[in-house]
Each structure stands twice: as structure tokens, then as C-alpha cells.
């Protein structure tokens, strides 16, 4: 029998259908051959390539970048210096627009062209981890934006079009739908019963044996309502709204449990399509002392997300999160 599962935070319903799997590995989404590295204009030494550098960061005694932050060439908003707000245009009734007002940048993990997240030592990753803190810091900082949201898409299914590692980041005016569901959810909870509902949704996975990774600061679980198969989600276990002032340990344990799990999607389901998402306290809401846990979603994209979930919000996953989690363990300790 399926059961209707709803995730606390998110408030996202999940129909859990494990009899309607096919062999799991029907549904994944290999990640494409990497393409000739030649003319990627990510590479080290292809700088000229990309608009200026706006952050580079470098290891302990190497004096080249290890990660580096440039504007989109081809951003999705943009804000001009002078610009304070986005301006209304003209839409038909009862249609409602406004002028695409943001910050799109690019984030480039590595100066090589073929490395992967799992592959990451423990102080690249926190470097990459430092970088994406920086930036949510540099925008807050800036006032004109209502959240920023970092993001990483990996292989064409997941809607990557470069295949060199890089995340990025999206600051926008605005707080989005998703997060601002999220916040109401996180303000219900604190007021009904005191409780953070994400530390509260973290016990439960603990007791029910689905973390798949924790070190104590930071922890990784396969969630009771995961909405998609071998969907995890990373949370510090000391709550706090922001990543932007994660302290250098938490920063740094972030990065290995990002590290622990591209590698177990990668020991469980091999090279596939995945995204990764920082669900982090909108910069409106820290400006009001609002409660919120900050959190990563990281998930491979499986080919069942159709008319259904796009007709009704509500989404369906074949595989038991209690199984994810065990599957998920294996292929961690595999790599
Ligand atoms: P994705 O499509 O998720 O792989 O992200 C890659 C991003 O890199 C896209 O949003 C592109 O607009 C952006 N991009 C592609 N080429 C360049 C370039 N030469 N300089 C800066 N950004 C670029
Ligand atoms: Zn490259």
C-alpha cells in the first residue's frame, strides 16, 4: 500500500510507492562524457574567457586559484551599481512583471576540468564551502536583495550546460515561494511548540537510522518524506539560519559531508545527475531575527517527476528513504 508522506520543513507531500520501483537503476541519468576540456573557458589558464574575477581563493602554500568567482556571462537577473530595486514594465492585464533585477555568478570548483565533489579533499572542500559563505556574505552585505540561493547542477539532466565542476549563485529581490514556505513553516513550529522543526525532523531520521553521514557538527540523512529516490538532506546539528556565519570547523565539516555525499551517490548509483541546493535563511528574514535551520538538498535526478507532480505539487518516489539511506551507506563506504 502507498502512503502520503509530509515533509515538515518543506511542506512538500510525497506519495511513497516502493511497489511501483522498477530496478532502481532504470531511472537514473548517467552523467554524460566530459567534452574536450580545450576551449572550457572554467579551466585554469582560460581566464581571459570569463568576465573578471570577483573572489579567488587558493590551498595552503599554492599561490594559483583552487576556486574562483566571476559574473554569468549570460546571467538570468542582473543589477546595475546604480540600480536600487527592479522596475515594474508594462505586462497585460492581468499579467504582473517586473525587470530580471539579481545577481547570477558563476563559482568554479577547480582548475581541473575533470574533477568531481567526491573526489575533493577535506580543505578543497572547505575551500569551496568558504567561497559560497563569502559570496551569501558579500550580497547580504550589499542590501538590496531578499535572499541569495547557491545552487549546483551536475550532468544535462540536471540541467547543467557546463560540464567543468562549478556552482552558482542566484541573489535575488525576492524571497522564492519554496523558501518562503519554508520560513512559515520553520515561524509555525517556533510558536506552537518552541521546537526547530528541522533539528526535530533530524532526531527523527536519527532514531529511525537513516543518517548516511554525521561527524557531529554536520550531518547527512535520507528523510522520512524524501520527495525523489536517494534524496539527502545536509544540515548542521547546531541550529542556526545561516551559512554566511558558519564558524571555519563548521565551514570546513560542511564541505566533507558535501564530499560524503557525491560519494555515496556515486558508490550506490555511479556517475549519474544530481543537484545540490543551500536552502539558506533569506537575508529579509535574519534582518528579522526569524527562526530557520540552514540546510543542503542534495538529490539525483530520477526520471519519474512527470504530469502528476507537475499537475499537483505533490511528488512520488519508489524507494523507501529507510532503504535509500541503507543503499546509500553501502555505496559511501564502497568509495
Ligand atoms: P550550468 O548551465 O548549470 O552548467 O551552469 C553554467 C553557467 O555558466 C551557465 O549559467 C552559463 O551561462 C555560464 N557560462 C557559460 N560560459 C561562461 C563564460 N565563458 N563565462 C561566464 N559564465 C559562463
Ligand atoms: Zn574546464
Given at each position: 500500500m502507498s502512503e502520503l508522506r509530509q515533509d515538515p520543513v518543506t511542506g512538500v507531500t510525497t506519495v511513497l510507492e516502493p511497489e511501483r520501483a522498477g530496478r532502481p537503476r532504470d531511472h537514473v541519468h548517467p552523467v554524460e562524457a566530459s567534452k574536450?576540456?580545450?576551449?572550457?573557458?572554467?579551466?585554469?589558464?582560460?581566464?581571459?574567457?570569463?568576465?573578471?574575477?570577483r573572489l579567488e581563493l587558493s590551498l595552503?602554500?599554492?599561490?594559483?586559484?583552487?576556486v574562483r568567482v566571476f559574473e554569468n556571462l549570460y546571467p538570468a537577473l542582473t543589477a546595475g551599481d546604480d540600480q536600487e530595486w527592479p522596475a515594474e514594465i508594462d505586462a497585460p492585464w492581468p499579467y504582473r512583471g517586473t525587470t530580471g533585477f539579481g545577481v547570477h555568478e558563476v563559482i568554479v570548483?577547480?582548475?581541473?576540468?575533470?574533477?568531481?565533489l567526491a573526489v575533493y579533499t577535506r580543505e578543497h572542500a572547505a575551500l569551496l564551502v568558504e567561497a559560497w559563505a563569502s559570496r551569501i556574505r558579500e550580497w547580504r552585505e550589499d542590501g538590496r536583495f531578499a535572499s541569495a540561493l547557491i545552487f549546483r547542477n551536475v550532468g544535462a539532466a540536471a540541467g547543467a550546460s557546463m560540464s567543468h565542476p562549478h556552482s552558482q549563485l542566484i541573489a535575488l529581490s525576492r524571497v522564492p515561494e519554496a523558501l518562503l514556505k519554508e520560513l512559515g513553516n520553520f515561524s509555525q513550529d517556533a510558536t506552537e511548540s518552541g521546537r526547530c522543526v528541522l533539528c526535530g525532523a533530524m532526531s527523527a531520521d536519527d532514531a529511525g537510522e537513516r543518517?548516511?553521514?554525521?561527524?557531529?557538527v554536520t550531518a547527512v540523512h535520507s528523510p522520512w518524506?524524501?520527495?525523489?529516490?536517494y534524496f539527502m538532506r545536509i544540515a548542521p546539528r547546531g541550529c542556526s539560519?545561516?551559512?554566511?556565519?558558519?564558524?571555519a570547523e563548521e565551514r570546513a565539516s560542511l564541505g566533507t559531508a558535501l564530499v560524503a555525499a557525491a560519494r555515496a551517490i556515486k558508490g550506490a548509483l555511479g556517475e549519474v545527475a544530481y543537484n545540490l541546493v543551500v536552502h539558506d535563511a533569506p537575508y529579509s528574514a535574519q534582518h528579522a531575527g526569524l527562526p530557520f535551520h540552514w540546510h543542503v538538498e542534495v538529490f539525483p535526478r530520477m526520471g519519474d517527476q512527470a504530469g502528476f507532480e507537475w499537475g499537483s505539487g505533490i511528488y512520488t518516489n519508489v524507494v523507501d528513504p529507510d532503504v535509500a539511506a541503507s543503499v546509500l551507506r553501502a555505496g559511501l563506504a564502497l568509495e
Open positions: 574536450d576540456a580545450t576551449h572550457c573557458p572554467f579551466c585554469a589558464g582560460h581566464e581571459q574567457s570569463t568576465p573578471p574575477s595552503p602554500g599554492e599561490s594559483a586559484w583552487t570548483e577547480s582548475p581541473r576540468h575533470d574533477d568531481t543518517i548516511i553521514f554525521d561527524d557531529g518524506a524524501a520527495p525523489s529516490p539560519a545561516t551559512l554566511a556565519d558558519a564558524t
